[in-house]
C-alpha cells in the first residue's frame, strides 16, 4: 500500500476533493503512519496560526470555536508588527488624540449635559464614538462641532470684527490733526503795515516780495 | 559750677568784654558812616535838581526838587530829612521820564520832521538792518518808503494820514497806549542830557523792576521827538537799535512824488477781550498773554481771500508782538526759511515767523529780544504728528460725534 505523502499536506491545507479526497481518507483509516503524519502536521499548522494571530484572538478563536480566516490573520500580523515598533505603542495622530481627549471630558462623571457618556475603548472614528446621524448614516468627514461652542466662535468673530474695523475708522478719522481749510500765504505787506500801527514805527518791507538784490 | 570759679577765669572774661565791645564799635561805625552817606546823598540831590531839563519842560520838575534842595541847605542833620530828599529826587527823576515820554508821543505826531532812520534789531535768524525814508508833515500825511540794507530798491512807499487810528503813528515805539504800558512794565527815570544826530537831547532810561536796563531814549531837547531808542535784552546786550542818521524839523519840502495812497484793510476791536471771548467759542485759540509779560491791548479785523483774518497786539511797553490768525493751513511759502524754534518748524521771513497750528495759521511779526520770540513761539499752539493713542481718541470723539443724533 502505497502512502499518502504530498497528499498529506493538500489534505490538511484542505484542497483535495472529490475521488482524491475519498482515496485519502479511506487511506487514513488504514494507515496508522500516515494518521500520526498528518496530526502533527496539523499540530504544526495550527501553532503557527497561533503565532500569527496572537493570544487574544485565538483565546477569541478558541471561544467561539471558529478559526481565523486568511484575510484575519494577515491583520492580526499586521497588529503586532505595529505592537513591535516601540514600548508606548504607535504615536496615536493629533485627531485622533483631540477626540480622545474629547470623549474622556464627556465621559466624566461632572461633564457637561451635552456629552453622550457611552463609547470608550473603541478606535477613534468608529461609530460608538460619535454621536449617530438622524438619517443613521455615517459621518462622511470630519465630526461637527457642537452648537454651542461653534455659536459662541461666531460671536467672537463678530466682536472681533466689531472692535478692528471701528479701530481702524478711528484711526483714519483721527489722523487730520486740523480741519480742512483754505491753504494759507501769509499776506506779509498787509501785516507788516498793521504791525506798524501796533508799533508805532515804520512799516516793515516784505521781504517775500524783495526786488533785486544788490550786487 | 559757682559763680566764683567763673570769675576765676580769665578766658571767660575775655570773651564777655569782646562780645559786648565789638558789637558796640560796629553799630558806632555804623552810624558815622550813615551820616556820610546822607551828606553825599544830599549834595546828589542837589546836582539833580539843577540837571532837570529846564525851559521846555514844565515847572513841575523843578517845583518838585526844590523842597530836597532846601532840605539839603537847611541845618537839620536827621536821617529822615535826607531819606525824603533821596525820595524825592527819584521821584522827580521817574516823573520826568514819564512825562517826557508822554511828551514825545504828541510830539511824533504834532512835529514836522523828515529824515532817515536806521534800524537794526536782532531777530530769530540774526540781525536785520533796515533803512527807512520818513517824511513826516504835522497832524496829518506821513510817507515811509522802508528797504532792506541788502537790496538795492526799497519797499513800495507807504502812505498814512496820522490820527485816524488806522496808520502808523510815532516814532520809535513812542506812542500813547505804548507809554502808558510803559509806566504800568518798567520805572522811567529822567538821566540827563546827551546828544543824538548832533541834536541836543534828553536821555530817559527804562529800568526793569530788578533795576536792569531795558531801554534808552533820546529825546529831541528842542522838539521832544525821539532821536534815538537802545533796547536791552536781560542780559544787558543790546538787541535793538533804531537811530536817526539824518534828520530836519520844521517847514518840509514837498512830500515824495512816487506815492500813493493806501487805505487801511483793517477795523479796530474796541474790546480786544471780548474779541477774545468770542473767537474762543467758535474753537479759536488764542491767548490773552503771551511769555515775557507781553499783554493783549490792541486788536483789529480784517478779510483776505482765504476768510477772515485776526490782529491781536501784546506788548509790554517796550516790545511789540503782531499775531495774525486765520483758518486754513499752510500754503506755498516761498521766500520763507524753514527754521526750527524750541523744536518747531516755523517759516521766517526777516520779522516774520509763521507756522501752522491745529485748524490754524498763526503769523507773527515781532519787535522783541530773540528770546522772547522763541518763549512766545513755543508757548503758542503748534501743529504736531499726534501720537497712536491720540490719534484714536480723536478718531472716536469724532465718530461718536457722527454718531451723536444730538449733536
Excluded at chain 2, 570759679?5 to 552810624?31: E, K, N
Aim: glycine fraction near 12%; include cysteine.
Amino acid at each position: 500500500m502505497s502512502h499518502l505523502r504530498e497528499q498529506i499536506s493538500a489534505l490538511i491545507d484542505g484542497e483535495l476533493a472529490g475521488a482524491d479526497l475519498d482515496r485519502a481518507n479511506a487511506h487514513l483509516a488504514a494507515c496508522g503512519r500516515c494518521r500520526e503524519e498528518a496530526a502533527s502536521l496539523r499540530q504544526l499548522k495550527r501553532e503557527l496560526r497561533a503565532l500569527a494571530a496572537g493570544p487574544f484572538d485565538l483565546a477569541a478563536d478558541q471561544a467561539t470555536g471558529s478559526a481565523p480566516g486568511p484575510e484575519g490573520a494577515d491583520e492580526a500580523l499586521t497588529r503586532r508588527l505595529l505592537s513591535m515598533a516601540g514600548p508606548g505603542g504607535p504615536v496615536p495622530s493629533r485627531r485622533f488624540r483631540r477626540e480622545q481627549f474629547l470623549r474622556s471630558r464627556r465621559e466624566q462623571p461632572g461633564g457637561r449635559p451635552g456629552g453622550s457618556g457611552t463609547g470608550g475603548g473603541g478606535l477613534p472614528g468608529t461609530s460608538a464614538t460619535r454621536r449617530p446621524r438622524a438619517d443613521g448614516q455615517p459621518y462622511a468627514g470630519r465630526p461637527p462641532r457642537e452648537p454651542h461652542r461653534r455659536g459662541r466662535y461666531m460671536v467672537w468673530s463678530a466682536v472681533s470684527l466689531v472692535v478692528v474695523g471701528v479701530g481702524a475708522a478711528a484711526f483714519s478719522m483721527g489722523g487730520n490733526t486740523a480741519e480742512p481749510g483754505p491753504n494759507i500765504t501769509p499776506q506779509l505787506q498787509m501785516f507788516n503795515v498793521e504791525h506798524a500801527i501796533n508799533s508805532g514805527d515804520v512799516p516793515f518791507p516784505d521781504p517775500t516780495q524783495a526786488p533785486t538784490a544788490r550786487p | 559750677m559757682s559763680p566764683m570759679s567763673v570769675l576765676r577765669r580769665p578766658g571767660l572774661l575775655l570773651s564777655a568784654a569782646m562780645t559786648i565791645t565789638v558789637p558796640s564799635v560796629l553799630a558806632t561805625l555804623a552810624v558815622v558812616g550813615h551820616e556820610h552817606a546822607i551828606q553825599e546823598a544830599r549834595a546828589t540831590a542837589v546836582s539833580l535838581g539843577a540837571d532837570a531839563p529846564p525851559a521846555s519842560l514844565p515847572s513841575g520838575s523843578e517845583s518838585a526838587v526844590r523842597p530836597a534842595v532846601l532840605a539839603g541847605s537847611s541845618a537839620g542833620r536827621d536821617a529822615a530829612a535826607a531819606h525824603a530828599a533821596i525820595f524825592d529826587a527819584v521821584v522827580n527823576q521817574q516823573h520826568d521820564g514819564m512825562r517826557l515820554l508822554g511828551k514825545a508821543a504828541t510830539a511824533g505826531l504834532n512835529t514836522s520832521y523828515q529824515g532817515v532812520e536806521l534800524i537794526a534789531q536782532s531777530g530769530v535768524t540774526g540781525t536785520l538792518t533796515m533803512i527807512s525814508s520818513v517824511w513826516h508833515r504835522a497832524g496829518g500825511l506821513t510817507v515811509t518808503q522802508t528797504s532792506d540794507a541788502t537790496v538795492l530798491a526799497g519797499s513800495q512807499p507807504y502812505v498814512a494820514y496820522a490820527g485816524d487810528g488806522n496808520s502808523p503813528e510815532g516814532v520809535f515805539g513812542v506812542t500813547k497806549p505804548l507809554v502808558t504800558l510803559l509806566g504800568k512794565n518798567y520805572i522811567a527815570m529822567f538821566t540827563g542830557k546827551g546828544s543824538a544826530v548832533g541834536r541836543p537831547a534828553f536821555i530817559v532810561e527804562l529800568d526793569r523792576a530788578d533795576g536792569s536796563l531795558a531801554a534808552r531814549f533820546w529825546l529831541d531837547s528842542k522838539t521832544l521827538v525821539p532821536l534815538r531808542r537802545d533796547v536791552f535784552d536781560t542780559s544787558a546786550q543790546l538787541v535793538s537799535e533804531d537811530a536817526f542818521v539824518q534828520v530836519q524839523f520844521g517847514p518840509l519840502a514837498a512830500p515824495p512824488s512816487a506815492t500813493r495812497p493806501v487805505s487801511s484793510q483793517w477795523s479796530r476791536v474796541a474790546a480786544p477781550a471780548k474779541l477774545l471771548l468770542d473767537l474762543d467759542g467758535q474753537g479759536w485759540q488764542l491767548p490773552a498773554t503771551l511769555p515775557g509779560g507781553l499783554a493783549l491791548y490792541d486788536a483789529a479785523q480784517s478779510k483776505s481771500g482765504a476768510g477772515q483774518v485776526v490782529d491781536l497786539g501784546y506788548s509790554d511797553g517796550l516790545s511789540v508782538i503782531s499775531l495774525f490768525v486765520e483758518r486754513g493751513t499752510l500754503g506755498k511759502m516761498s521766500g520763507w526759511q524753514p527754521v526750527s524754534v524750541r523744536g518747531h518748524v516755523v517759516y521766517v521771513a526777516e520779522h516774520s515767523i509763521t507756522w501752522a497750528g491745529p485748524g490754524f495759521v498763526y503769523t507773527m511779526i515781532a519787535d522783541a529780544p530773540p528770546k522772547t520770540v522763541e518763549q512766545v513761539v513755543a508757548a503758542l499752539p503748534q501743529s504736531s504728528a499726534p501720537g497712536f493713542l491720540d490719534r484714536l481718541g480723536r478718531g472716536l470723539d469724532r465718530l461718536a460725534s457722527l454718531m451723536n443724533p444730538f449733536h
